[in-house]
């Protein structure tokens, strides 16, 4: 690990004007992403600025009816909170889904969005790869690729985006709030919120520089069942092969939203209107365009039988 | 960078003599330190740090890079919480943080000021057992035993969890207060990998534990 300095930060504006101005700074909160990859020096800040005393982890009711969930929630508590396994039921599954019970205690809400899009060659730094050293290549076309996205990729990359959390997010159409450096806030549909890797795969967010994440907006809840269905190959503590979030009602309408297919969570809101005539029209619009390697062909299929399990499951 | 000299004069070196063995080996570490001195890193950062580890007040001054992990094992020598894999992927390191466990190997020890620790040895002690470390001897709950710290501290955090109604992926109606159950302790202990293979034992040692606390 290289060496940095360390700041704990007073206020989140500050916090951003601190990053604009500071070379080499980085956020921190639970650090389970950043510290894992600072180790392994494909995150080299030179200055982190410790975000954790920011009191922005509390999960307050909006007067629209939804759920402002402050940016340091941690996962075990955003999946645990009441509101959330009654309302959002599909966000609690998605949460417990991902990862394991010590890293949820730290992770947070921000943190979980900000994670990096990864793949086994990202990690391999002997490896050439678009997303940590931009220009030099993706070992993973061509290499090893079952793990790894089969639609909205690029020649530059084909990563997939590792989180669970973030599939709900994306369905609920969330809203990502941020302070900037020179104070001013905005909102940022989930939908905008992630990138395509397109030619520029290292950058994954729409978030300017020393831009800070200060909450997630929930609009009311959706009613109807709740899903969040992961196939992974082992039963706990790996990421998804493909998963399945979905939000039915009684009439067979729904939405859908799929992770481990691309490099952000996936979501067709066109193919939302095949949902009652079931998972083949739906998967074939929610996949149309897709470009699978020969070792992750069978995430389609994975895909559509996963959504047709979950609708058999709504009409039971 | 004068790579392709160095290769043309290790080569004929090669060619000339056996002495050139000296020359190959000297050309990755001539190599080794241009790069170091290109990328010139900045001088370690110290930081005071204050916080409780097992109910006792301790203060150190570590390098910001210092894990909580390294800062138990090499700065406290609380040697009984185990470096794994050093990723999060394996819970040798967990430790109990305010009342919740965590990978201590990805956390910053700096992160930490005022904070409440718990290790192993802040559990028990070898003449006083906690319940959980009696259950896992009893049941013999490990082989080699180098998970076996981070094992226990995360089964006493998973009883807790339960008990203060935390869902988990396997919680069928996820809107009620979760169930005591063999599923439930073997979904939450996925963070905690034994190599040996003593799963079935540290389930029923848990299991017991759970059910004398019920």
Known sequence: MRPFSYQRAASPAEAAALAARTPGAKFIAGGTNLLDLMKLEIETPAHLIDVNGLALDKIEATPEGGLRIGALVRNTDLAADKRVRRDYAVLSRALLAGASGQLRNKATTAGNLLQRTRCPYFYDTNQPCNKRKPGSGCAAIGGFSRGLAVIGASEACIATHPSDMAVAMRLLDAQVETVRPDGTTRSIPIADFHRLPGNTPAIETSLAPGELITAVTLPKPLGGQHFYHKVRDRASYAFALVSVAAVVQKDGSGRVALGGVAHKPWRVEAAEAHLPQGAKPTAATLLAGAHPTHDNAFKLPLVERTLGAVLAEARA | ?214
């Open chain 2, 1 to 214: 960078m004068d790579r392709p000299s160095d290769f043309d004069l290790t080569r004929r070196e090669m060619l000339a003599s056996g002495a050139a063995v000296m020359a190959v080996t000297a050309a990755p570490h001539a190599a080794e330190a241009e790069t170091q001195v290109t990328h010139s890193a900045p001088p370690p950062v110290l930081a005071e740090i204050a916080f409780k580890v097992n109910g006792k007040p301790r203060t150190l001054k570590v390098d910001t890079r210092t894990t909580l992990l390294d800062a138990l094992r090499e700065h406290l020598h609380l040697t009984g919480t185990k470096k794994g894999c050093d990723h999060g992927q394996c819970g040798a390191c967990t430790v109990i943080v305010d009342g919740r466990r965590i990978n201590s190997c990805l956390s910053l020890a700096v992160m930490h000021q005022g904070d409440s620790i718990t290790t192993i040895e802040g559990l028990g002690t070898p003449g006083n057992l906690h319940p959980m470390q009696a259950a896992f001897v009893k049941h013999d709950g490990y082989q080699c035993g180098y998970c076996t710290p981070g094992q226990i501290c995360s089964a006493v955090a998973v009883l807790d969890e339960i008990r203060a109604g935390i869902p988990s992926h396997v919680s069928g109606d996820i809107t009620a207060a979760p169930r005591m159950s063999t599923d439930e302790i073997r979904e939450r202990m996925s963070g905690n990998i034994c190599r040996c293979g003593a799963y079935s034992n540290i389930v029923e040692a848990i299991t017991e534990v759970a059910g004398k606390r019920a």
